[in-house]
């Protein structure tokens, strides 16, 4: 379960951290001088800066304990307000009085705990607040009362004294502890439960939360079992209590994870019980080649042991206020021999096959200016595919950027293309709507819009049984709205041709065929008509193509005269002939849908642009 994964991640990872410490950004220090358990002169205060980034403090890993709206000192390094009981015109000169003879109070019993032979910190520290020492110290202008300040002792920082980690142990124990003991089920073993589990994940690390947020919280009695506040119902160990904050404090800021802004989820994963490593930097961006490596490397992968002994764990979570919500977990093997069993390298090999698709520009391009074009890609990032449910943006040639404004993309649109990619799971039919609706919008249909279709198509459920979708043309496919976008391609290249104010001049030029955007851009220019077939058209073409289609045959007898009379019998006649073949095969048109249905808009647009795409070598060898 999450819990134990989380506990056993925070083992692994948790390094020499001590149980209950978490990372603190401090901007200030307290060095006092001292010798043998006493001050030896006066303190001092100073700033400290990230040698990086001057405007940041330094990060400390510091005794920690969630505190709420109560007074709750931390050791040895805390607030301003703790630490020196200074306020600011946001704080109440009460309430700062409380934190800071709390804090005194608790430094006191620190030094109660351990002669002064043992660890003389503790008493330098009991000294600083009894001497008065403090009060001789200047406020600098810019402290504020919820700065990080850290106390130190001839320059070594006082959390790090020898009996600091054992006290503070003790102490939140007697905080957040419930004083039953019981079995964990977590880990199983009989120990002292927790009340409350001690810490919470930085809001920066969970979209939606406002405040640093907790996973498992019981704080009203309405939210517990048989109305009862708190872990009552949920036996966690103190020390189980701790490794689920570090462990999902950890999964979640590693490297291994995954937000984007305007997106309300946020991924990770990891992979537990062996040193074998998951697949998800080759999904996060896919190298041909490497993409090739693991397809070969996949059957003997699946004979080591090391392999099939491992667990691929996934984690989404949102927030909300102040508490963590888990939209997803999953917890699958990270290869099987057994096909029945779900498994993560399966997953993947789904995920390439699925979405794989012929880019527009299957070969490198040179344009007349002297630009190259690489060629297109036929496997695509997840994170690219989430990105393209946004607006086309015609001006920046690119898709709104996350976390814009105005981007009309699903703020679940990226869990949702991850949870096809890791989970082996359909596109949505929510998601699916949505890409037509901005296809329809945007007029704009490219090599990631084309691979987002292939994929949903891919994995509908009423796909019948034993039929694949093409990846790139195919001529057998009798799907009659995939003809009907091969044919309306035909026919926006038809009119294109038929529009050239010149005829090709030379077999060089037309090498570099109109395959992208940018090559067509510089057509335009070139071209009699502002507005061609195709952009007046293709908005409306994938739901409505029965209409639009028989305008297009009816105007292809005048496009052909105008290419025969311009550019030659010969480019006219394989224009024809590639007009008359995709027309027949609709049925003259009466086959082609009046009105197309989700699947059939997605077959539309698949033919579109394997059509286009298969025009790209086509052409130029019937033009050279
Ligand atoms: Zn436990």
């Given at each position: 379960m999450l819990l134990q994964r989380l506990t056993a991640y925070a083992d692994e990872h948790r390094g020499d951290i001590p149980p209950f410490h978490r990372e603190r950004?401090?901007?200030?220090?307290?060095?006092?001088?001292?010798?043998g358990g006493r001050i030896t002169g006066p303190p001092v205060l100073e700033p400290v800066r990230d040698v990086d980034k001057p405007a940041r403090g330094v990060v400390h890993t510091v005794p920690a304990s969630t505190r709420t709206v109560a007074v709750a000192p931390q050791l040895a390094a805390d607030d301003v307000q703790y630490v020196l009981g200074w306020g600011d015109d946001t704080t109440q000169s009460a309430r700062v009085t409380q934190c800071h003879a709390a804090f005194v109070e608790?430094?006191?019993?620190?030094?109660?705990?351990?002669p002064v032979a043992q660890d003389g910190v503790p008493h330098v520290l009991v000294e600083l607040y009894r001497s008065g020492a403090l009060a001789k110290i200047d406020r600098p202008q810019e402290i504020r009362a919820k700065d990080g300040v850290v106390l130190a002792v001839n320059g070594q920082f006082a959390y790090r004294s020898p009996s600091a980690a054992g006290f503070w142990k003790t102490q939140v124990g007697q905080r957040k502890g419930s004083g039953r003991s019981g079995r964990c089920l977590v880990c199983g073993t009989c120990g002292a439960l927790a009340n409350t589990i001690p810490g919470k994940v930085p809001a920066a690390l969970v979209p939606?939360?406002?405040?640093?947020?907790?996973?498992?919280?019981?704080?009203?009695?309405?939210?517990?079992?048989?109305?009862?506040?708190?872990?009552?119902?949920?036996?966690?160990?103190?020390?189980?209590?701790?490794?689920?904050?570090?462990?999902?404090?950890?999964?979640?800021?590693?490297?291994?994870?995954?937000?984007?802004?305007?997106q309300d989820t946020r991924l990770a994963w990891w992979v537990t019980d062996t040193d074998e490593s998951d697949q998800m930097d080759l999904v996060m961006e896919p190298d041909p080649a490497q993409v090739d490596a693991f397809f070969a490397a996949l059957p003997q992968a699946r004979e080591r042991t090391s392999r099939l002994k491992g667990r691929f764990c996934w984690l989404a979570v949102g927030g909300n206020v102040a508490r963590i919500m888990v939209r997803e977990w999953i917890d699958i093997a990270l290869t099987s021999k057994n096909h029945n069993v779900v498994d993560h390298d399966s997953n993947i090999v789904a995920w390439f096959a699925d979405h794989k698709n012929t880019p527009r520009r299957t070969t490198p391009v040179r344009l007349r200016d002297g630009r190259d074009l690489p060629a297109g890609q036929w496997l695509h990032s997840p994170v690219a595919l989430a990105a393209c449910l946004g607006r086309w943006d015609e001006t920046t040639g690119r898709y709104r950027p996350f976390g814009a404004r105005n981007t009309d993309r699903p703020e679940q649109a990226l869990n949702q293309i991850l949870r096809a990619a890791v989970l082996n799971e359909p596109v949505?039919?929510?998601?699916?709507?949505?890409l037509i609706h901005r296809v329809r919008n945007d007029g704009h249909i490219d090599d990631l819009r084309a691979s987002l279709v292939r994929l949903a198509l891919s994995r509908r459920p009423n796909k019948p049984k034993g039929t694949s979708v093409p990846m790139s043309l195919d001529e057998t496919c009798t799907e009659t709205a995939y003809l009907a976008g091969r044919l309306f391609a035909v026919m926006e290249h038809a009119q294109r041709d038929a529009h050239y104010k010149t005829r090709r001049t030379s077999q060089s030029d037309s090498a570099a065929t109109e395959s992208d955007s940018d090559a067509e851009q510089e057509q335009n220019q070139r071209r009699e008509v502002n507005s061609s077939f195709g952009d007046k058209f293709r908005r409306r073409a994938c739901e409505t193509p029965r209409p639009i289609l028989t305008q297009g045959w009816k105007d292809s007898a005048a496009w052909l005269t105008k290419i025969r009379r311009h550019q030659g019998e010969a480019l006219a006649r394989w224009h024809q002939n590639r007009l008359t073949d995709l027309y027949e095969k609709c049925d003259g048109i009466r086959g082609v849908p009046l009105r197309s249905s989700l699947t059939q808009q997605e077959h539309f647009i698949l033919g579109y642009h394997h059509q286009l795409a298969y025009r790209t070598t086509k052409n130029t060898a019937a033009e050279a």
């Open positions: 950004e401090f901007r200030w220090k307290v060095d006092i001088p001292a010798a608790l430094t006191r019993e620190w030094a109660a705990t351990i939606g939360a406002s405040n640093d947020a907790a996973l498992v919280s019981v704080n009203e009695r309405v939210f517990g079992y048989d109305l009862v506040a708190q872990l009552t119902h949920t036996p966690i160990c103190l020390s189980c209590a701790d490794d689920v904050m570090v462990g999902l404090t950890g999964v979640l800021s590693s490297k291994h994870r995954l937000t984007l802004e305007g949505p039919a929510a998601m699916r709507a949505h």
